[in-house]
Nanobody, 114 residues
Framework: QVQLVESGGGSVQAGGSLRLSCAAS????????MAWYRQAPGKQRESVAR???????NYADSVKGRFTISRDNDKMILYLQMNSLKPEDTGVYYC????????WGQGTQVMVSS
């Protein structure tokens, strides 16, 4: 099993920045990729960025050039640096890990005001 704990959410004005962290524990050697998802009120959960263990990275078009995903492989902490935030970035951000099964954190709230 893998456990994920997110932190770093909060409220910020448009144009501001936040950095999210996701600390993984458990069967870390079985993790093949980690990702950030978000869910806005009344909308489906969507993928924001994915970090593959081989080092490749994928971003949603809506965040390209503004968000950066990275991972500290020694500590197995996944980060999401979010710059130039927009009100439409508001939502609950979830950390995901694929380790045979899919694991989720509890989520952290991000609110961007105009």
């Amino acid at each position: 099993q893998v456990q994920l704990v997110e932190s770093g959410g909060g409220s910020v004005q448009a144009g501001g920045s936040l950095r999210l962290s996701c600390a993984a524990s458990g069967r870390l050697a079985s993790i093949s990729s980690m990702a950030w998802y978000r869910q806005a009120p009344g909308k489906q959960r969507e993928s924001v960025a994915r970090y593959h263990s081989g080092g490749s990275i994928n971003y949603a078009d809506s965040v390209k050039g503004r968000f950066t995903i990275s991972r500290d492989n020694d500590k197995m902490i996944l980060y999401l640096q979010m710059n130039s935030l927009k009100p439409e970035d508001t939502g609950v951000y979830y950390c995901n890990a694929i380790a045979v099964h899919s694991y989720w954190g509890q989520g952290t709230q991000v609110m961007v005001s105009s």
